[in-house]
């Protein structure tokens, strides 16, 4: 059966949730992770894509979402500052630049940007639209539509706004906004003609049927790009001290993600630096065509040029 499975997604159907609930549970692990990387390879190619970001805007986030240093609720521990300045966020970006990154994001803590800091935002974005070659995305929060016009006219070609976690599990995780607020923060960036850009955290003591949930509520908005971040436990929130998944859990969900989002760069994130190399390795030759590289927002990453030789070593060019 899963080879039918597999020739539908190449054939461009899409899966059901029957369909990924027996590609994670009854399905052989290597024979799983071959047709994934069948479909990868033939769906995406063989092409990497490193993006970087910001944290251009840090602390006291008035959101209580369970996973956060930033949040204001707990007591995690993050510097806190306000929205940084342009030579700033010029240098960081000309490092990325220098290291063969071609993709920049700025991203700020907090519900949404105050009129005042979207202004300065685009500012900053027409800025380095000129000083640098870079794709400039955005991780603002939840913003409208008018402020989305406002973003993509200065030049910021792709919004980025995780769902975290499925639909049916985020209320256990945060109590301040909705899935249904995001959805139509991704609705807007589109409709103002952004590409989307949304993922979400595995390993919160979600269920694996979940974290399939997950993968196709991310399918409903079109998107193209889905960071995938493996939960760092962080001390003083509410989360740290969640046990980590499985690598196995890991791989298959990468694997499923790949047969529901054929087409979608599918983003290595936060957390990946707590695997061994050779399980990263294995994910990216199962699914994982992409990758944030360098530091997160509030935890160490990892290093470019170790992530270049990794990458090329998985067999993609860059």
Partial sequence: MIQQIKEKVLSGGKITMQEAEFLYFSTDKQELFAAA????????GKVFEMCSIINAKSGKCSEDCKWCAQSAHYNGKCDVYS????DEVLSCAKMNERQGVKRYSLVCSGKRLSNQDVDKMCQ?????KKDTSLHICASLGLMEKDALKKLYD???????????????????LCSTHT????LKTLQAAREVGMEVCSGGIIGMGESAKQRLELAFALRETELQSAPVNILNP???TPLENTPPLAEEDILRTLAVFRFILPKVQIRFAG?????????????MRIAVNSAIVGDMLTTLGND??????????AGYDL
Avoid: W
């Fill in 154 to 172: 200065a030049g910021v070609s792709r919004y980025h706004c995780n769902l975290e976690a499925a639909p049916s599990y985020f209320p256990t």
């Fill in 83 to 86: 929205l940084l300045d342009y």
């Fill in 271 to 283: 957390g990946r630096r707590l695997l061994d190399k050779s399980i990263v390795q294995q994910a």
């Fill in 179 to 182: 899935t249904a607020e995001k």
């Fill in 124 to 128: 900053m974005v027409r800025e380095l």
């Fill in 37 to 44: 990387e069948e479909i990868t390879a033939k769906m995406v």
């Fill in 304 to 313: 470019v040029s170790e992530d270049k030789q990794m990458i090329k070593t």
């Fill in 234 to 236: 962080i001390e003083g």
